[in-house]
């Protein structure tokens, strides 16, 4: 019985590790961040155009390019927090 249950409770965690790790590919992958930066830009033009905005394609790009500056400097962010992180211990 205790080998049932053992089984059980690995089968658990390696299905959810397979979850993670997937998680983990979406929110690095260029799709979501090419999603999020359309969905962003569609939006902002439509406010724009809501409140009467001049150059409305052009200004609406900026919160845009912010995001996709944000999203490729972050992984180097993470690098530099996890050098510091392992220097400490």
């Not at 397979?18 to 998680?23: A, D, K, L, P, S």
């Not at 830009?41 to 406010?47: D, E, F, K, Q, T």
């Not at 155009?49 to 394609?57: E, K, R, V, Y």
Request: hydrophobic fraction near 45%; charge should be positive.
């Amino acid at each position: 019985m205790a080998d049932t249950d053992f089984e059980a409770r690995l089968l658990a965690i390696e299905l959810r590790n397979r979850r993670v790790e997937e998680n983990k590919n979406w929110e690095t992958s260029w799709m979501r961040r090419g999603s999020v930066a359309i969905l962003t830009y569609a939006s902002i033009v439509c406010y724009h155009i809501a409140i009467g905005a001049d150059n409305i394609l052009i200004i609406s790009v900026v919160p845009v390019l912010g995001f996709i500056a944000s999203t490729l400097s972050l992984q180097f962010i993470r690098s530099l927090f996890d050098k510091r992180k392992h220097e400490g211990k």
